[in-house]
Structures are given as C-alpha cells and as structure tokens.
C-alpha cells in the first residue's frame, strides 16, 4: 500500500495529462495550464516539475497532489489519499525520495536595483508600459532558483514580497499580499495585476496619481483589501473581464457595503484586461489619447 509520503511523489503532470489536462507553456522544470479550477484564458496554473507542487497565481493558492484532488474533486483529504493510492499511475515515473532531497532551493530575492536592463524594458515595451512610469512604482529584482540567478521587474507589495515578471517568467515572492498606495484621498482605484495599474497610468499619462490605490496581486487577495478599500466613500474596480474578475467585483461589492463602486471594465469590455487594451491600442495613438478622458477616474 503507498503510505502518504508515496503519494506525494506522484507527478501532477502525470496526474493532469491522465485527465487530459496537458500545459499550454513548458520547459523542462515547470509548467504553465489553464486553471482546472476556475475558468481563464490565459495559463496561470503553474506546476513545477522538479518540486512537484503547483500553485494557481489567479487564485492565490497551492500545495501538493494530495491538495490538487481535494479542489479538483471537492473531497476531502482520506478520500483524496484513497483517490490517489488507486490511481493506476505507474510508479516508475514517481519523483524519487532521493530526487527530493536535492531538490532546488525555493525562490530567493538576492537584492533589487533600479530597473534598467534592456530585456526587461523590451518587456515593458511589448506590454506598451510607460518605461519612465514603470521605474518609479517598479524595481528590477534578481532572483535565483537552485543555484540559477535570474532578474525580473519587481512589484513590492505591503509585506515585503515581491510580483515578478518578465517575457520569461510569471511568479511571486513570499509573503503574497497587495500592494496600498495612501494619498490620503476619499477615492480608492483597485487593480487585480500591478501590470493594469501601470497601464492605467500610461494611458492617462500620469505618475502621480491623487486617488488611494489598491493593487490585489491576486483576485484571492480581496478579503486582505477590504479594510483598505472599504475605508473609501468610491471604488473605481479595474478588473479582467473573465469569470473570476466579475467574482472579484461582486466581492468587493458585497464586502464595501458603505463604499459606492464603480466597475471601470466596461471601457475596455472587448478585452481581457486593462493591458490587453492598451497593448491593442498602440498603433493608433489618438484612440489612446480620447480614452484618456472616457475614464472616470
């Protein structure tokens, strides 16, 4: 019989591909799949091959395979054992014991800088970001990862972690949390993704906002901005239009019942994002400009 510990080797991947769950990005340590636990258009899931763990970036939680079934097949943790030991996975593509204790090192911030380097304002570019606002809310963070160093843009949040993005790479330091900017306004702009606030402010051109901001990091991270957001006579929401920002948007709704919100996304409603927008505006800058003052905020 496969003791608990047995059945944390099984490989997600294996356990996903079984289901017809196959990655949309992959390289040889990780993984990028359509969320099997919500609805999206873009892969957030990740699964990281080596540690065999995953972890959902859109909604803020993680774990092992044994936690994967539990949210998968709404059981609880004996029945989602029970599940696996009768898998028929075969056990010669189980992660070794011996594999896990050589496992590389989990993230660590080596130290941020002002952000500069060319690949990572080539990214800023591509996403249609103001480089010049991009360096005043964002430092450039280096990274490393089993004895690999990296770099990324770097997006601090309230407790110190940190977002990190590039071309390459979508992930997070520890601890997750979001991001409060207090410029002692009655009005209050929530992002889901530190990527739509800055594209807010490309768009109105403008890197001094006066309302408070509020950047999630995470539609799972909502319950953490109430006490910032519900503080606030309006919220101006800037969330994805998918199933889990219109979630996102009816939370906020139902926990600020004092505050008057304002969903924004209808400006940009044939997109997926705020940054979808921008990034679909850019070879036609006088659209770029009109919308600058359709915002109500």
């Known amino acids: 019989m496969r003791t608990i510990q047995d059945i944390k080797l099984i490989p997600i991947r294996d356990y996903l591909a079984k289901r017809g769950i196959t990655p949309k990005q992959k390289n040889s340590r990780y993984g990028f799949y359509l969320s099997p636990l919500r609805d999206e258009q873009d892969a957030s899931f990740k699964v990281d091959y080596t540690q065999n763990l995953w972890y959902d970036f859109g909604a803020g939680r993680g774990g092992s395979i044994i936690d994967l079934v539990m949210e998968i097949e709404k059981c609880n943790f004996q029945q989602a054992v029970e599940r696996l030991r009768n898998d028929n ?36 570019d591509i996403r249609a970001v103001d480089t010049t606002i991009a360096k005043k809310f964002c430092r450039e963070v280096h990274y490393s990862v089993g004895g690999h160093n990296y770099f990324a843009i770097g997006f601090r949040n309230d407790y110190g972690g940190w977002e990190l993005r590039s071309e390459r790479f979508k992930g997070c330091s520890t601890p997750k949390h979001i991001t409060t900017i207090d410029n002692g306004s009655d009005k209050a702009l929530a992002f889901e993704g530190f990527m739509d606030f800055l594209s807010y402010l490309t768009i109105k051109r403008n890197d001094s906002p006066t309302c408070n901001i509020a950047v999630l990091n995470s539609v799972a991270n909502i319950q953490k901005a109430v006490p910032f957001l519900a503080s606030h006579r309006s919220i101006y929401t800037f969330l994805d239009n998918d199933n889990a920002g219109r979630k996102a948007l009816s939370e906020i709704e139902r926990l600020c019942p004092q505050s008057k919100v304002i969903n924004q996304s209808d400006f940009y409603r044939r997109h997926k994002d705020l940054n979808d927008y921008l990034r ?18």
């Open 89 to 124: 996975i075969s056990t010669s593509t189980l992660v070794t014991s011996q594999t896990l204790h050589t496992l590389p090192n989990r993230l660590q911030v080596l130290g941020d800088y002002p952000l500069r380097h060319p690949a990572l304002i080539n990214y800023l």
């Open 280 to 297: 679909s505006q850019q070879p036609r800058k006088r659209v770029v400009a009109k919308q600058k003052r359709g915002f109500k905020m």
